[in-house]
């Protein structure tokens, strides 16, 4: 086998590889917030049995202060704000553009995957398992 020959195989092995990989990556991210959406389900129940109603939720604009409204509803997860699910059991990273336009009308995070483990590589260390979280707030709801 030629030089050349050896190399293009070696190079689309590699990419073989990596699409595996990849593959592999995406499906566990898929089935893991498959598995948080279930466990937010069953706690919005819990929420809704204890009497606990959702509120209206406010996101922090990246830059700037104060918060802007986002026209959804349903329970911070966070003491500060930062993390909540809505009433769709969609799990939100409350943060958006601050712009002046989102000031005046209004913005809507983006839904996120939802993790099994909360703050799994953030800066600040704290991470809780999801369900530890949700119980949490269950006994202790963030009120607006």
Do not use: C
């Not at 704000?81 to 958006?96: C, F, G, K, N, Q």
Request: hydrophobic share 40%.
């Amino acid at each position: 086998m030629s030089g050349d020959a050896e190399q293009q195989d070696w190079t689309r092995h590699r990419r073989e590889v990596f699409a595996a990989k990849e593959e592999a990556l995406r499906a566990a991210r898929e089935e893991e917030h498959r598995r948080a959406t279930a466990t937010i389900r069953q706690a919005i129940d819990a929420f809704y049995d204890a009497g606990i109603d959702p509120v209206p939720l406010r996101a922090r604009p990246y830059n700037g202060i104060g918060t802007i409204r986002t026209g959804l509803h349903g329970w911070y997860l966070r003491r500060d704000r930062s993390i909540a699910v809505d009433t769709e059991a969609r799990y939100l990273v409350m943060r958006v553009d601050g712009g002046l336009r989102a000031r005046l009308r209004g913005a809507a995070p983006e839904a996120s995957y939802a993790p099994l483990v909360v703050g799994r590589g953030a800066r600040d260390g704290e991470t809780f398992d999801l369900d530890e979280l949700l119980h949490m707030r269950l006994q202790d709801p963030v009120r607006p």
